[in-house]
């Protein structure tokens, strides 16, 4: 009946005029008003990113602006591919790419458009609106990859009717003889939490460590999520590495109680932005209604609309929704291990990936 | 003709006239020759420029976006990475199920056609239907079903005393045919081998029977060297396809460590950086595979001579009748079809409905709410506008365009004929994953192509192209089965060539064609891999959306997707057969 009754409302909400959240614009001078009404004449603005947020940032979109959002969506590591394809051949048809930092190489071809000289609402240029006093940035000149959000990624997930949650109270007890073929974790081997995971344990603890764990322990691999959570969930493999706390957040909420996230004491995990990233192509299609969804994104409604949908805390110091796991939120003093920027993307990244790529039997 | 002694298949005698009827009337050769170099450069644009492409390309050691490097690091890639070679070795050892594929369909559909069994239109469209139904969620139906841990089946049989332990696991060599010889392989074989035995001239094999030769015996001689061409395209298609199959293989391999062709290319084309020149070479490796077939297949259709079993004398369609054992063979399909297609399909149906897909025993299992969401989705009512257009674009225009070609190889004196019968070929020399990059990449580029890129017009081209090996062969199977002597005796009497191929051509073969339309318009809607990277927001497919929200992990919505899919395959083979039996060559 809830279930129902959820769905009934999305119906309702998709359906609904704008109404409320004309907030987010407050303070906005003529050249915003000009600018949205370019952006109408537009008629619609084109987003890939993950599939999770194909319903609910269209009609948030919408119901704030009157612009349609169509959105392509598919793996990150695909849609990436075909958004920096299109910009590269000069025939984008996707407006905004949101996504993990996949498409960073782009900055230097000029293949994407700086956003910050973009953001014209005072709502979004308001340091107080900020968990870190300004916009959080992918790239080091700040001003191409907007983060949206801010997490704690890289923890072991149980299932505590199997096993204790404290028989896993750091990394090195992941070694144990009894976990031997206990273990699942997402594909470290291709762009994705598995590969964000495997990162985090070779840069903390090296490459020997991630062979005798991967390897060693003989961990079973999969590149599809769900699959992973529902392993632990059904008991199958107990212990799971690289699950994503969306998928996690569903089995709890239909009743997997006893499905556990683990926070090892000799590693806190690593900070992702997931796929919050936004940038936006050169010669855009639609570059009118891309900026208005810059702005909308950037502003309140926008964060919360993506923030609720992927269970990611958003940057916003205004946007808290109540579903975000305690988990995912950064604790202050805790030496994290932050993936989202461009130095470590760039520098650090491809050399792990080639050693975990190595230690896990080669490509 | 049949030689009495000992039964054996002796080549009727060449006609009187010229092998193959003149297309250019008063042109001479030289018309022939400039259609024929035509004909050559329209198939050979769409069949050849992608396989040329991913050649050029696999020997393109650059980084993307930067200009072209020549270099021959992937294909040494190939050559020296275990999982490669793994990769293909696989590949190899998945397609045994070919030839037992074949044996079984062969029986199957030779119960249906030649023999009066009860049942036999139901299972004939049950098999279609099985044929058209997506392959992703139908799998995981088998997973629920099979995984070695909770699959119901397994958990069933544990409670008999004697098991212990999952009898079966879907994660493994053997799950994995089982699914495709299920799902794909045994249905697309008697698709393709019915039509070929329902041509067949009764009065062949009742001369045999009538010589005191047993059913056996009649089987062996008689009926198959008569459908031969028809099992060698069935063979050779199995075949190629089994080496590029992808869904099954990723969804089922990639947790036991099994990695075909196509899953490895998929691998290396999804890293990142993305290995575009090991993808490449390892794509175009399979050419050479696939022109050794496609050679093969030509000599032995050239060998084969004239297998005619429609003449311009009065031809009798029937069937024999079946003794005791007809309702228990039909007793056994029946079996086959609720075990292959009925149960991975109700499970897929429940599953729809779970409030978590595949958790039959949590407290209220059972919820509309995905349902809903589905239908009130603006993406579902696009997805399944697109799939329809594109669908009834590329099933027209592909058919007439097979139809015509294939006329063009068998029939007429086409200078060039036989390396058009190669160039057919070439969609099944790529993956269909690499089709679609390929496509992708070409109009994009290509100058005065761009303003395609992100409407239906690549995507039908796509689909055409995919479809085109098994659409010409189809048609062409059918076309050797027809005497020339019909369309002869029609040019004689003044017919024109046009005239010809619509009044006698078109209706013998247009059953055929039927089943060509129907199998490209399903397989628009089926498709993931060729046009998953062709689609725009605005042109998504039904399967499409299928995969987009299975990679979201919501298997509950792509489940219902997947039975959307599953009725309109039903509508439309319900149609088809009705269609079918009002335009058949038997009445």
Known sequence: MKQFAAALAVLVASATPVLAADDWQTGAGPDWQSAFAAARQEGKVVVTGMGLLSESLPAAFKRDTGIDLEFLAGPASDTAARFMREIEAGHPTIDISLGGGQEVALIKNGGMVPVKPQFMLPGVTKPQNWTDGHPRWFDTAQEYMYQGTNWVFGWPLVNAKLVKPSDVASWQDLLKPEFKGKIAADDPRVPGPGQAQAAYIAETFGTDFLKKLYIGQEVTLTRDSRQLVEWVARGVHP????????????????????????????????????????????????????????????????????????MEPSTRADVKPDNIPDYMIPKPGSKYLNQYEQTWYVDERPKLQAAIIEAMGGR | MIDDSNFRMIDAPRPPFPRGLALTRGVGASGDRVLGLTVIVVVGAVTFVPVLYVLIDSFNVAGTGQPFRFGIAGWAQVFASPKTLSSIGYSFLLSARIPIAIAVAFVIAWLLVRVEIPSHRFIEHALWFGFFLPVLPMTMGWILLLDSNYGLVNVLLEKIPFVNGALFSIYSVPGIIWVHLSLTTVPVMVI?????????????????????????????????????????????????????????????????????????????????????????????????????????????????????????????????????????????????LAVSIGLPLIVLILGSFNRLFGFFFLPHPWTFAHWLGVFADPAFAGATLSSILIGLAAGTAGTLAYAVLAWLMVRSRLVGAGLVSLLVWLPWAIPGLVLGLTLSILVLTTPGLSFLYGTMGPLVLAMIIKSMPIGVQMIRTSLFQISRDLEEAAQISGARVSTVFRDITLPLIAPMCAAVFLLVFMATISDIGTLVLLASPSTRTLSLLMFQFATASRPEAAAVIGVVIAVICLVITSAAFRIGIKVSVER
Request: glycine fraction near 8%; charged fraction near 15%.
């Open chain 2, 192 to 336: 393709l081998l019915a039509p070929a035995l329902r041509n067949l001239d009764a009065a062949m094999e009742e001369a045999s029977d009538v010589s005191g030769a047993g059913m056996r015996t009649t089987l062996w001689r008689i009926t198959i060297p008569l459908v031969l061409p028809a099992i060698l395209t069935a063979f050779i298609a199995g075949f190629i396809r089994s080496l590029e199959v992808f869904e099954v293989e990723q969804l089922l391999g990639t947790p036991a460590g099994i990695f075909v062709y196509s899953t490895r290319i998929y691998d290396l084309v999804a890293s990142d950086p993305p290995a575009y020149p090991q993808a490449m070479a390892l794509s175009a490796l399979f050419l050479g595979v696939l022109l050794v077939l496609a050679m093969i297949y030509q000599h032995f259709v050239a060998r084969l001579g004239n297998r005619a079993t429609m003449t311009g004398k009065s031809t009798r369609l029937a069937k024999r009748r079946g003794g005791w054992w007809a309702p228990v063979a039909s007793g056994a399909i029946l079996l086959y």
């Open chain 1, 239 to 310: 212990i799971a590495l690289g699950s994503l706390p969306v998928t996690i957040e569903r089995f709890r909420s239909q009743g997997f109680n006893e499905l556990t996230v683990v926070s090892p004491t000799d590693g806190p995990g690593c900070i992702l932005g997931g796929f919050s990233v936004l940038k936006e192509a050169k010669n855009a299609p639609h570059p009118a209604a891309a900026r208005i969804f810059i702005n909308w994104y950037a502003s309140a409604p926008g964060q919360e609309a993506y923030s609720r949908a992927m």
